[in-house]
């Protein structure tokens, strides 16, 4: 208390202005006086009195917003909670945006997302550890740079790519640091995949992975986008539901009939092929069958035989007419059938392969081992080279043949194969099917052997899968769902493709002897390529020549025989950039929790837990919080192609039509993303919402400016001590919980729980319970009254703990609350504040007769009109409610005691039934005329007072009384 004393001593006099709830309340209190001539005690009412304003609104928002940034700790806090408090840290670490475009909706819900993850810590008094960081290199931006430029070298590229994504990077962080986000902005603060210092630790990184056995380079079929010149990764795909192909079915002569058949080899005998690739035809150097399947040969009204899998009889006839039963085969007897090669005539095997079944299709299954995974491994189980007659615009080669060198794989050379085979060709139609396409270019992607660098997947795959069991997911009711996914995409992938043909990126570091085709690389060696990247810049790999790179210890090492040397020119895969990005940020390599979309789980959320486990046998990530995606109000995803994007600056400043999209602040925006963004794999950006997100905050801007106000003040020199009631006592009671849920919800990160939490609290018991029930208290009593300065007490402890509740979600108003505090006469930051809530406050015995004689609230309100105090009240209590009701008023009869307080009657007789199980009141109306001050009690003298507010007026300055 003489702590309130002191500071109560020092606290400025602020201007009179009455809150809106001041305001109401007394206007309810004198709604009904009449016009006579009567004394006016509005002036001696102790009413809530602030200069907290009780909107902000257009641009006044935007300089509070900008002025609460840059004078209130939001851009120190970072470094302030560093060195101020304690560990253990809680580390969250940051999935790089792409440096790339203007900041959206999808940064707007993971910055803030990721902000109030670590708010709600630093409140707390823990310590944080967050680096933001931005992945700098791949091929959107190189586009976006050669869209540009013509005829330019590799160096060119880079550093145009360079300026661009600098630039990005600007307007991004300005952005970011504009939302509140704490984090040290500064260069040396935050990671940069394109950095020198980032690259130099990729390099150590993939050499360790290299000594491991788990970096190889293999001539393999990998997904090959023509328009990007460059292998992708199955991440960097997205698959249209729309795409068409020729969709065949095609006949194949065989040469070397099974020893079963030999009663037909006066006969053509064909196998029945489908295709949806027709174009791969050039390169078929199998038929694949499977040893468990029964094939029968069929013939047709033109005398052709054929052979196909009996269970995929009936749907081949749907499309090619009836056909005749000859007789059966088993698969495992096709091994000693040959084929003649549709175009080239070759006599081609039948090879057994597993993945051949009979879904679709006719069980006997072209094989192009250049172009499928499957295929691929068949040639590779019987030692078939791998002919592969495609280029890199996806063209075919002069090797496939006049008739089709230079032809577009997916347009001109199907349509040229097609008839080069013609009568062959048994049925043509077209399909619309799921189909993968280049994420970035959006144009469809082929299957094409080539030489790439690859990560084993299938030698950490086990520990993997054993690594994911342990790891939490939240939300928790998608944990299931989300598991599987992460799960899915590690199983289906035996080898993870990390070399990519493009110039903007790190370069794998590597030697190639253009004779041998050997690779070399070496520890060693990469120490001095990282001490070179030091002196001359992360572009030296494509700035000096290959006897620089090499040096004089290599050329020792290699006996001077150097000139069959040639650098590499494939880069990393950008998500082996962001994947390695735990080793470069991390204390002790591990994070408590990666946040981010759910379309990470294949992308940086695999790449990460891939890299980890092969380095350090163990996940980066203890947790993972996934969050949903900005969508239109038709829920589509935004999109500038479509035009539904929504720029969040828009919602934070307004538009250029302030009437269409008016200035809501960032607390809007912020409150926007916790209501909606953890709960829902779409997130809804909606007019609607976004209003309903304002108002929420302009509910809690009004309650918190009732709060400060009642803060004010009213006498200086205060020595009384408080004394609680047990309404106070329940309201403490009630905040104890109220934090305590809070912060549980919090920590499982249900943000939009928190929100519906805040509001629910105001709207039932902040304002309707405590504030009205209390009111008489707080503005009829004398300044000094220890019930009144209870209250206050009670209130400034409402404050505290209702706006250190919402810091997290929205530090701009919690902050803005902060500099109007009147003990907080130094300006001090909310965030650097400490602060606990008693435990003593946890009184669950109070609650119980509080909330009894709160339950009887209702009752009163539905048989009283809108002023309850011109009632007095009977109450025949219940055996059960008597004990708490009977706390509440000791006597049988009172006016002065809580339960009349909080059930806001005038007097309230109270009896107690032996036998009754409910409790019954009966209210009946005041005969004599209430005070003229308090409007609660009956008055006394000619004034019309009554006793309480003639002792307070005597205390008083009378001389404020006007008639």
């Known amino acids: 208390m003489s702590i309130l004393i002191a500071n109560m001593k020092r606290i400025k006099t602020t201007k009179f202005t009455l809150s809106t709830y001041a305001k109401f309340y007394y206007a309810m209190w004198f709604r009904s006086m009449s016009?006579?001539?009567?004394?006016?005690?509005?002036?001696?009412?102790?009413?809530?009195?602030?200069?907290?304003?009780?909107?902000?609104?257009?641009?006044?928002?935007?300089?509070?917003?900008?002025?609460?940034?840059?004078?209130?700790?939001?851009?120190?806090?970072?470094?302030?909670?560093?060195?101020?408090?304690?560990?253990?840290?809680?580390t969250l670490h940051d999935g790089p945006p792409y440096a790339n475009g203007e900041p959206h909706m999808g940064h707007a819900i993971n910055k803030i997302l990721?902000?109030?993850?670590?708010?709600?810590?630093?409140?707390?008094?823990?310590?944080?550890?967050?680096?933001?960081?931005?992945?700098?290199?791949?091929?959107?931006?190189?586009?976006?740079?050669?869209?540009?430029?013509?005829?330019?070298?590799?160096?060119?590229?880079?550093?145009?790519?360079?300026?661009y994504a600098s630039e990005a990077i600007a307007k991004q962080r300005q952005v970011f640091m504009s939302w509140g986000v704490v984090a040290d902005w500064s260069e040396l603060g935050c990671y940069f995949t394109n950095?020198?210092?980032?690259?130099?630790?990729?390099?150590?990184?993939?050499?360790?992975?290299?000594?491991?056995?788990?970096?190889?380079?293999?001539?393999k079929p990998v997904h090959w986008s023509p328009s990007s010149k460059t292998a992708l990764a199955e991440s960097e795909l997205e698959y249209n539901e729309s795409h068409q192909s020729k969709s065949v079915i095609i006949r194949m002569q065989l040469h070397t009939l099974p020893t079963r058949l030999k009663n037909l080899e006066n006969k053509p005998v064909y196998a029945l092929i489908w295709t949806t690739t027709p174009w791969s035809l050039v390169a078929n150097q199998a038929i694949a069958f499977s040893?468990?399947?029964?094939?029968?040969?069929?013939?047709?009204?033109?005398?052709?035989?054929?052979?196909?899998?009996?269970?995929?009889?009936?749907?081949?006839?749907?499309?090619?007419?009836?056909?005749?039963?000859?007789?059966?085969?088993?698969?495992?007897?096709?091994?000693?059938?040959?084929?003649?090669?549709?175009?080239?005539?070759?006599?081609?095997?039948?090879?057994?392969?597993?993945?051949?079944?009979?879904?679709?299709?006719?069980?006997?299954?072209?094989?192009?081992?250049?172009?499928?995974?499957?295929?691929?491994l068949i040639a590779i189980q019987n030692n078939i080279p791998v002919l592969s007659l495609i280029d890199d615009d996806g063209c075919f080669l002069k090797e496939a043949g006049d008739?089709?060198?230079?032809?577009?794989?997916?347009?001109?050379?199907?349509?040229?194969?097609?008839?080069?085979?013609?009568?062959?060709?048994?049925?043509?139609?077209t399909i619309t099917h799921s189909y993968p396409y280049d994420w970035r270019t959006k144009k469809p992607v082929i299957i094409r052997a080539s030489h790439q660098w690859f990560i084993d997947i299938n030698s950490i795959k086990e520990k993997a899968i054993d690594s994911i069991a342990n790891i939490r997911i939240y939300p928790e009711q998608n944990r299931t769902s989300y598991i599987n996914a992460l799960l899915a995409q590690i199983k289906q992938r035996p080898y993870w493709c990390i070399s990519r043909q493009r110039a903007w990126g790190t370069p794998i570091p590597v030697l190639h002897n253009k004779r041998t085709g050997d690779a070399y690389t070496s520890r060693?060696?990469?120490?001095?390529?990282?001490?070179?990247?030091?002196?001359?810049?992360?572009?030296?790999?494509?700035?000096?020549?290959?006897?620089?790179?090499?040096?004089?210890?290599?050329?020792?090492?290699?006996?001077?025989?150097?000139?069959?040397?040639?650098?590499?020119?494939?880069?990393?895969?950008?998500?082996?950039?962001?994947?390695?990005?735990?080793?470069?940020?991390?204390?002790?390599?591990?994070?408590?929790?990666?946040?981010?979309?759910?379309d990470q789980f294949r992308g940086w959320f695999q790449s990460s837990l891939l890299t980890s486990i092969a380095l350090q046998e163990r996940s980066p990530y203890s947790a993972l919080?996934?969050?949903?995606?900005?969508?239109?109000?038709?829920?589509?995803?935004?999109?500038?192609?479509?035009?539904?994007?929504?720029?969040?600056?828009?919602?934070?400043?307004?538009?250029?039509?302030?009437?269409?999209?008016?200035?809501?602040?960032?607390?809007?925006?912020?409150?926007?993303?916790?209501?909606?963004?953890?709960?829902?794999?779409?997130?809804?950006?909606?007019?609607?919402?976004?209003?309903?997100?304002?108002?929420?905050?302009?509910?809690?801007?009004?309650?918190?400016?009732?709060?400060?106000?009642?803060?004010?003040?009213?006498?200086?020199?205060?020595?009384?001590?408080?004394?609680?009631?047990?309404?106070?006592?329940?309201?403490?009671?009630?905040?104890?919980?109220?934090?305590?849920?809070?912060?549980?919800?919090?920590?499982?990160?249900?943000?939009?729980?928190?929100?519906?939490?805040?509001?629910?609290?105001?709207?039932?018991?902040?304002?309707?319970?405590?504030?009205?029930?209390?009111?008489?208290?707080?503005?009829?009593?004398?300044?000094?009254?220890?019930?009144?300065?209870?209250?206050?007490?009670?209130?400034?402890?409402?404050?505290?703990?209702?706006?250190?509740?919402?810091?997290?979600?929205?530090?701009?108003?919690?902050?803005?609350?902060?500099?109007?505090?009147?003990?907080?006469?130094?300006?001090?930051?909310?965030?650097?504040?400490?602060?606990?809530?008693?435990?003593?406050?946890?009184?669950?015995?109070?609650?119980?007769?509080?909330?009894?004689?709160?339950?009887?609230?209702?009752?009163?309100?539905?048989?009283?009109?809108?002023n309850t105090w011109k009632f007095s009240g009977t109450i025949t209590a219940s055996k059960n409610d008597y004990e708490s009701l009977s706390i509440l008023q000791k006597n049988q009869e009172s006016s002065t005691s809580e339960l009349c307080e909080i059930l806001q009657l005038s007097s309230i007789t109270l009896l107690n039934s032996l036998t009754a199980d409910e409790t019954q009141i009966k209210l009946h109306t005041v005969e004599k005329l209430l005070c003229q001050r308090c409007r609660r009690h009956l008055e006394l003298n000619s004034n019309g007072l009554c006793s309480r507010c003639i002792k307070v007026l005597d205390v008083t300055n009378v001389s404020s009384i006007s008639l």
């Open 403 to 429: 008739k089709f060198a230079g032809l577009n794989v997916l347009t001109d050379g199907a349509d040229k194969i097609l008839d080069h085979i013609g009568v062959d060709v048994l049925h043509a139609d």
């Open 195 to 219: 950095h020198v210092s980032y690259i130099k630790n990729q390099l150590h990184q993939f050499m360790n992975l290299y000594d491991k056995g788990l970096v190889f380079r293999a001539f």
């Open 35 to 90: 016009n006579a001539a009567k004394p006016s005690y509005t002036k001696t009412v102790l009413l809530p009195q602030t200069d907290f304003p009780a909107r902000r609104s257009g641009k006044k928002r935007i300089e509070m917003d900008s002025y609460l940034i840059e004078k209130c700790g939001f851009l120190e806090l970072y470094n302030w909670q560093r060195k101020n408090l304690s560990g253990p840290d809680f």
């Open 625 to 866: 919080f996934v969050h949903g995606f900005a969508v239109d109000d038709k829920a589509s995803k935004m999109s500038k192609s479509v035009g539904n994007v929504v720029n969040p600056e828009v919602i934070t400043k307004g538009g250029k039509n302030l009437d269409k999209n008016p200035i809501y602040g960032v607390d809007t925006l912020r409150w926007w993303v916790a209501s909606h963004g953890c709960q829902h794999s779409q997130v809804p950006v909606t007019t609607t919402l976004l209003r309903e997100s304002h108002e929420s905050i302009q509910r809690l801007r009004s309650v918190l400016r009732f709060l400060l106000g009642v803060l004010h003040s009213h006498k200086d020199g205060i020595v009384t001590e408080s004394e609680y009631l047990y309404l106070d006592k329940y309201m403490l009671h009630v905040l104890h919980q109220y934090n305590k849920e809070v912060q549980i919800l919090y920590d499982d990160y249900l943000y939009h729980h928190v929100c519906k939490k805040i509001i629910n609290f105001l709207a039932n018991t902040v304002s309707p319970v405590y504030c009205h029930l209390t009111k008489d208290r707080l503005y009829c009593d004398d300044a000094a009254s220890p019930t009144r300065l209870a209250v206050v007490e009670v209130m400034r402890e409402t404050l505290t703990v209702l706006t250190r509740s919402i810091a997290p979600i929205v530090p701009h108003l919690a902050e803005e609350v902060w500099l109007y505090y009147p003990e907080n006469l130094a300006s001090v930051p909310l965030y650097h504040t400490e602060y606990e809530v008693p435990k003593i406050w946890h009184q669950p015995e109070i609650a119980k007769h509080v909330e009894t004689a709160l339950s009887l609230r209702g009752k009163v309100n539905t048989l009283a009109d809108d």
């Open 114 to 163: 990721k902000d109030i993850t670590l708010r709600s810590k630093i409140i707390t008094g823990r310590r944080v550890h967050y680096v933001p960081g931005w992945d700098c290199h791949g091929l959107p931006i190189e586009q976006k740079v050669l869209s540009d430029l013509k005829n330019v070298n590799s160096l060119e590229v880079r550093q145009k790519a360079r300026k």
């Open 291 to 376: 040893s468990d399947i029964e094939y029968c040969i069929v013939e047709d009204n033109s005398k052709n035989l054929y052979i196909l899998a009996q269970q995929c009889l009936a749907s081949i006839e749907q499309k090619m007419g009836s056909l005749k039963l000859i007789s059966t085969i088993k698969g495992k007897e096709l091994s000693e059938a040959t084929y003649l090669h549709p175009i080239t005539k070759e006599h081609l095997p039948f090879l057994s392969g597993q993945h051949v079944t009979t879904d679709i299709g006719t069980g006997l299954v072209h094989t192009a081992p250049a172009h499928g995974p499957e295929d691929f």
């Open 524 to 598: 060693k060696w990469i120490e001095r390529l990282c001490k070179l990247m030091e002196r001359h810049g992360a572009d030296f790999w494509w700035e000096l020549p290959t006897e620089k790179l090499i040096g004089r210890d290599l050329r020792q090492e290699l006996n001077n025989d150097i000139g069959d040397l040639e650098k590499g020119t494939d880069i990393m895969d950008i998500w082996l950039d962001s994947g390695l990005s735990w080793s470069a940020v991390l204390p002790q390599c591990k994070a408590d929790l990666y946040l981010e979309g759910s």
